[in-house]
């Protein structure tokens, strides 16, 4: 596809690239159409594109605290969190969700991404140490391992014998992984990586985005539930999941928070969360630490161990998932752009997950299961996935 007559506002090299994008990418892997667009839900569809796994972002609880919240705005926080200090609101919160999570501190940021971030920024900028990191862990862990200057060493996913290897060559560093993985629903060997780090004198990072309010003791976790709190020195997550906010939040020592909002440049160059935000955050956290949030956690349980049974019976290979996060695997875009189209005309709804979320042979389409489904629909997913992967001719264990 040749731009150069259309876009003239574009300077050569970004002409080039935006060239590349659509020539290669949209025209030849997608067959002309942006793999975002598609068929609108309708009320009968069944949508598992959302991480609000509790479906608590629409409870009246917490609807009626933000508005309240944007009612009462005297003065919003326009500024960067770092200069929040005291009995401000966004404290209170701080203290009360490192209680939740039996934390000595915690830092609340603008984003799970820019928790992320800017934590392994401070942590590696300057200091010659290995980031021994899982392949599948979040972009957000490896940008900022970048923004720090540090070096990265991958270990293959959820191999701890690799990662021992590799440690014995590189030495004691940094150990840094997700709890439960995004892209396909695995969760990590934490009990074995917590060993690891207690041998080879390794600190060990957890992100629990994917199971913060969804595992553990009233939704605290996979490492409260683990009994390994001692070993982690830092938690984070994106509070965009289960918790329905949209905030990040890392757990960490008491010393931690000034040291991190002087040094995090994610932290001091942004403005700090809004007042309705954490007015709807401490009233989701009501909801999670609830009987309400212990009957959703179980039923949700119960629904992706029911649904990953019916799809590997059906020869549908979603070995992987070991929590509310699963995917249809198959080995081109074009292959995951088809089955989602397909899927889509059915009523069923996943999200596309291709390069930079996955390697560029392995797209995968993500469904996201949520507590409000009903036993049926599950059923009604399994019959249109055979469907689609029949008429499409893609090896049910691709």
């Known amino acids: 596809m040749d731009f150069s007559k259309e876009c003239q506002k574009y300077p050569d090299f970004l002409l080039r690239k935006i060239d590349h994008f659509y020539g290669n990418r949209v025209f030849k892997e997608w067959n002309g159409r942006y793999i975002f667009e598609g068929t609108i839900p309708c009320e009968n569809s069944i949508c598992l594109t959302s991480n609000d ?36 609101p966004q404290k209170r919160l701080e203290r009360r969700l490192a209680s939740f999570f039996e934390s000595e501190s915690s830092i609340l940021c603008q984003s799970g991404y820019v928790a992320n971030l800017g934590l392994m920024q401070t942590l590696v900028e300057d200091m010659d140490v290995p980031v ?24 293959i996913h959820n191999d701890t014998s690799h990662l021992v290897r590799k440690i014995t060559e590189y030495g004691p ?22 060993e690891v780090a207690r041998s080879k004198q390794c600190t060990l990072i957890v992100d629990e985005s994917h199971s913060f309010g969804t595992h553990g003791p009233n939704g605290k976790g996979l490492v409260t539930e683990l ?18 906010s949209r905030a ?7 010393e931690f928070g000034d040291f991190f909002s002087v040094t995090s440049k994610p932290q001091i160059f942004s403005s700090a969360l809004m007042p309705f935000d954490i007015a709807g955050l401490d ?10 949030g ?12 029911q649904l ?43 999200a596309p997950f291709f390069a930079p979320a996955t390697p560029r042979k392995k797209p995968v389409l993500r469904f996201s299961l949520h507590s409000e489904l009903a036993y049926d629909d599950l059923e009604r997913i399994v019959a249109r996935c055979i469907k689609a992967f029949t008429v499409l001719q893609i090896n049910f264990m691709s």
């Open 53 to 88: 796994y509790l479906r608590l972002s629409t409870d009246s609880h917490v609807l009626n605290s933000q508005v309240k919240a944007i009612n009462e705005i005297l003065q919003p926080p326009l500024m960067s969190a770092s200069f929040i200090c005291g009995d401000a």
């Open 132 to 155: 021994y990191i899982d392949m599948m862990a979040h972009m957000s862990i490896w940008n900022g391992i970048r923004l720090g200057g540090g070096k990265a060493v991958p270990f």
């Open 173 to 194: 560093g940094i150990i840094v992984v997700d709890s439960v993985y995004s892209t396909d629903g695995s969760v990590a060997p934490l009990c074995d990586l917590a």
């Open 227 to 244: 009994g390994i709190n001692e070993v982690v020195l830092l938690r984070t997550a994106s509070l965009a999941k289960a918790f329905a």
């Open 248 to 254: 990040g939040l890392i757990l960490c020592p008491k």
């Open 283 to 292: 009233s989701v956290l009501d909801l999670v630490d609830s009987e309400i």
């Open 294 to 305: 212990g009957q959703k956690r179980v039923k949700l349980s119960q629904l992706y161990t």
């Open 308 to 350: 990953k049974n019916l799809l590997l019976e059906a020869g549908i290979d979603v070995s992987e998932s070991n929590s509310q996060i699963m995917a249809l695997k198959v080995n081109s875009e074009n292959k995951m752009f088809l089955l989602k189209e397909t899927l889509e005309k059915d009523g069923i709804f996943g």
